[in-house]
């Protein structure tokens, strides 16, 4: 969807080196999510924002960090990345909170490899 | 808390045979009820929604009825195309309780062959 880009695409990083992957929305929307998929596992959760400098624990947010300085960032940070955290992660945006019936807007994600 | 729960797959069907993939769920209020397709190396997409008891949401075939009195969110699709092979997420929202994020089923792999 043009109006929501996750960088990098692919990444291939070493154990115990810190990674940062970016979401960026051109929507204006207020509700930004980063969610990591596995194989078994569906979608789970990490962190989630509700507005600039506001945000939440996810189900699974161990070893996770995220910011949202602006309203159009939101960063994820592996503060040391290890094998467990190999996966693909999704960014996605909403313009008002899900529970009203609005849905997400899904980036096309980022694979991360830690090796 | 929520949950929401898939029949396991992969789902595997000829062209133009009928699609059924189950799904229930679990909500302590009164959810709003998604399902989402992801096609190959994607992100996933909005297909259809329901945010009432008896709502049929509908789009490019696929239907799903919210059905409160048995908690499900059945996707169906009367023919089924290859382009129609890809993995299908039920997922809920409840306004009641933590309404600001989507709890997701497990996923279900359709392959529809020629």
């Known amino acids: 969807d043009a109006g929501i880009t996750q960088s990098p695409r692919h990444k291939v990083t070493e154990t115990g080196t810190p990674v940062t992957l970016r979401c960026h929305q051109t929507?204006?929307?207020?509700?930004m999510y980063w969610y990591r998929q596995d194989p078994g596992h569906g979608l789970r959760l990490i962190h989630y924002?509700?507005?600039?400098?506001?945000?939440d624990k996810g189900e699974v947010s161990d070893g996770y960090s995220v910011s949202r300085s602006k309203t159009e960032d939101f960063l994820l940070t592996l503060e040391s990345a290890t094998s467990s955290q190999t996966s693909v992660y999704f960014c996605?945006?909403?313009?008002?909170?899900?529970?009203?019936?609005?849905?997400?807007?899904f980036g096309s994600g980022t694979r991360l490899t830690v090796v | 808390g929520n949950s929401v729960t898939q029949m396991e797959g992969p789902v595997t069907l000829s062209e133009e045979a009928f699609l059924t993939i189950n799904c229930t769920y679990t909500a302590t209020g009164y959810p709003s009820l998604f399902w989402y397709v992801q096609y190959p190396g994607e992100g996933l997409q909005l297909l259809l929604k329901a945010t009432k008891a008896d709502d049929k949401g509908s789009n490019k075939g696929f239907e799903a009825t919210y059905r409160k009195e048995t908690t499900s969110f059945h996707l169906e699709k009367g023919s089924v195309q290859v382009s129609d092979s890809a993995v299908y997420f039920c997922?809920?929202?409840?306004?009641?309780?933590?309404?600001?994020?989507?709890?997701f089923g497990g996923g279900t792999r359709l392959m529809v062959k020629p």
């Open positions: 924002s509700y507005g600039v400098k506001d945000t």
């Open positions: 997922a809920l929202s409840d306004r009641n309780n933590a309404g600001n994020m989507l709890t």
């Open positions: 996605a945006i909403s313009e008002i909170a899900p529970g009203q019936g609005a849905g997400y807007t």
């Open positions: 929507e204006n929307h207020r509700y």
